[in-house]
């Protein structure tokens, strides 16, 4: 079974760029989260999915992210403009569902913002 | 206060000998606990969860829950050198229906 991808793994831009990545789930995981992970720090939620709808945007810097999920499988996470605050990685999950707490992450979206 | 607290470590174990992380956690509500292991430059993967109080054993693995406490742990056994990762303690907070993290101790295990 093929487990969470994400692209791309590295993305190097500049201040005020936009940057995009994606992420395909585990075939029948209904629950997509986003995770924004610095260095020395755990996973911060930024967006859930439950099948297309975000039921959870609260962490979310909506002046500058935006996500969607289109027909419940493939995710996309946008950043425009980007900060050099935001580098960081950006990690992909999917779950089962929301209940199980167990997450399958993906390899991770490591950002350089320049 | 942290939803979710850990030490940061390092904590070094020699070889062969029992690796002891603890979390301690806020939401008196909260009914799932997890323990993720993340090596270096990878992303976390799942290695024990735990609905109930008392110890779940996996292999060298044992988690530990204490509500009344608020509080979890990991033993390893045996700790190995391929042990040596940072461990993250999740947790889910049943106020807001999401899964929190901990930051992570770091464990090195010294041959």
């Known amino acids: 079974e093929a487990g969470v991808v994400q692209s791309p793994r590295y993305k190097i831009i500049e201040k005020k760029q936009p940057v995009a990545f994606w992420c395909n789930p585990i075939?029948?995981?209904?629950?997509l989260y986003w995770y924004l992970q610095n260095l020395g720090q755990g996973p911060e939620l930024l967006i859930r999915?439950?099948?297309?709808?975000?039921?959870?945007d609260s962490q979310l810097p909506k002046d500058r992210f935006s996500a969607e999920r289109l027909k419940g499988v493939d995710s996309t996470l946008k950043i425009q403009p980007a900060e050099l605050g935001d580098s960081a990685v950006y990690l992909c999950?999917?779950?089962?569902?929301?209940?199980?707490?167990?997450?399958?992450f993906g390899e991770g979206s490591r950002l350089t913002v320049l | 206060q942290k939803e979710v607290e850990q030490n940061s470590g390092p904590l070094s174990v020699p070889e062969g000998a029992i690796a002891s992380l603890n979390c301690t956690y806020s939401?008196?509500?909260?009914?799932?606990f997890f323990w993720y292991r993340q090596y270096s430059g990878k992303s976390p993967e799942l290695i024990m969860s735990?609905?109930?109080?008392g110890d779940k054993e996996d292999g060298r693995f044992t988690a530990q829950l204490n509500k009344a406490s608020q509080y979890v742990s990991l033993l390893i056994r045996d700790s190995q050198p391929s042990d040596s990762a940072t461990y993250l303690c999740?947790?889910?907070?049943?106020?807001?229906?999401?899964?929190?993290f901990g930051s992570g101790t770091r464990l090195s295990i010294r041959p």
């Open positions: 999950a999917s779950s089962l569902g929301q209940e199980t707490g167990e997450l399958f």
């Open positions: 075939s029948g995981h209904n629950t």
């Open positions: 999915y439950e099948n297309e709808e975000a039921v959870d």
């Open positions: 939401d008196r509500g909260s009914q799932s």
């Open positions: 735990i609905y109930s109080n």
């Open positions: 999740a947790v889910t907070v049943s106020s807001a229906s999401k899964i929190i």
